[in-house]
């Protein structure tokens, strides 16, 4: 009986492989997943921006005083680890920060977790506030850690920080002042001196945070909020979505003109069901958008929401009703 080439890929575990070394790496990868489970090392992590959970065999533990704690670890190819990934262990109540990753021929990831030791929070300009784990160590040299003048005596201490990447933490800039102590009555003042973005720019990346103490301020900077600096946020307003007439576009009508009666740019948001979504269109200029309906009389009776959206954070929104032609 003669069989096709399919029949004995399959029978070799090689469906889909159409060299030999792609037979080669998925019986290799087969095995690894086969394996991957059967020890008691493997641990469930959950990823502190995504919330989604990953498993990690954990190969190695280890501490050093300049590294603090860290776990080498193996992830199957179907689970990548990135440069920066900040994980945390449920069952210890501990947060991990990947410094080290790497592909190994396309089959699984090895790399290494740092345990982190201390939280970084700080407010951006519109109020909003921030909180990450950072892995922090003393990079105090060279000095006493004092300085001293005429006026007062100040300390010097400054700390490294390492943190993951992204818009958040990108966007510090110098002279940013946070609390960084376990002194939760006379904590001390830092302010970053240097946010080193390229050095670590792998995958996601990573960010070292360069922090120097600074003098507490108490007039602006709240303990009880944990923030430097710290302001209320100024309540979001209301945005006004003007327009002729009724709010209400006709199916097979003209499309129709609605303004965001702010001096501030918007973003514009149609929220609409799947249905909608075929037949309804919008162009948007500026602060004025243009929202027309194709000839469908199945959405005749239904609503579609209109929402606006500033820098600021204020929001507008309005509910339009789809009605039949004149």
């Known amino acids: 009986m003669i069989k096709d080439t399919d029949y004995y890929r399959a029978i070799h575990n090689a469906t889909g492989c159409k060299k030999r070394k792609d037979m080669e790496v998925n019986t290799i990868y087969k095995r690894l997943k086969r394996d991957f489970y059967k020890t008691l090392d493997v641990e469930t992590f959950t990823n502190f921006i995504t919330g989604e959970s990953i498993d990690l065999n954990i190969n190695k533990q280890s501490r050093s005083d300049v590294a603090g704690y860290q776990k080498d670890f193996t992830s199957l190819i179907t689970a990548p680890v990135k440069h920066g990934d900040t994980f945390y262990d449920e069952d210890n109540k501990v947060y991990w920060i990947c410094t080290e990753v790497m592909c190994k021929s396309n089959l699984y990831y090895d790399g290494k977790l740092t345990r982190c030791n201390n939280f970084l929070k700080w407010q951006d300009d519109s109020g909003k506030v921030f909180e990450y784990p950072v892995f922090d160590i003393n990079s105090t040299q060279y000095n006493s850690g004092v300085q001293s003048d005429k006026i007062m005596t100040l300390g010097s201490t400054q700390h490294m920080l390492t943190i993951t990447a992204d818009e958040n933490t990108i966007a510090l800039e110098h002279d940013k002042r946070f609390f960084s102590d376990r002194n939760t009555k006379h904590p001390t003042v830092f302010k970053l001196t240097q946010n080193d973005t390229t050095a670590l720019n792998y995958d ?123």
Not at 298 to 319: A, H, P, Q, R, Y
């Open 204 to 326: 996601k990346g990573l960010l070292h945070l360069t922090i120097t103490e600074d003098e507490y301020k108490p007039n602006i900077d709240s303990i009880k909020n944990w923030l430097c600096d710290y302001f209320k946020p100024k309540a979001s307003q209301s945005i006004e979505i003007t327009y002729t007439g009724n709010p209400i576009i006709r199916v097979g009508g003209s499309a129709k003109t609605f303004t965001a009666n702010t001096t501030e740019t918007v973003t514009w948001e149609l929220v609409t069901t799947d249905i909608q979504d075929k037949y309804i269109t919008m162009t948007t200029t500026d602060n004025k958008c243009k929202i027309k309906c194709s000839n469908n009389e199945l959405l005749i009776g239904s609503s579609i929401k209109l929402k606006c959206t500033d820098v600021n954070g204020n929001i507008g929104e309005l509910l339009i009703d789809i009605v039949g032609g004149v």
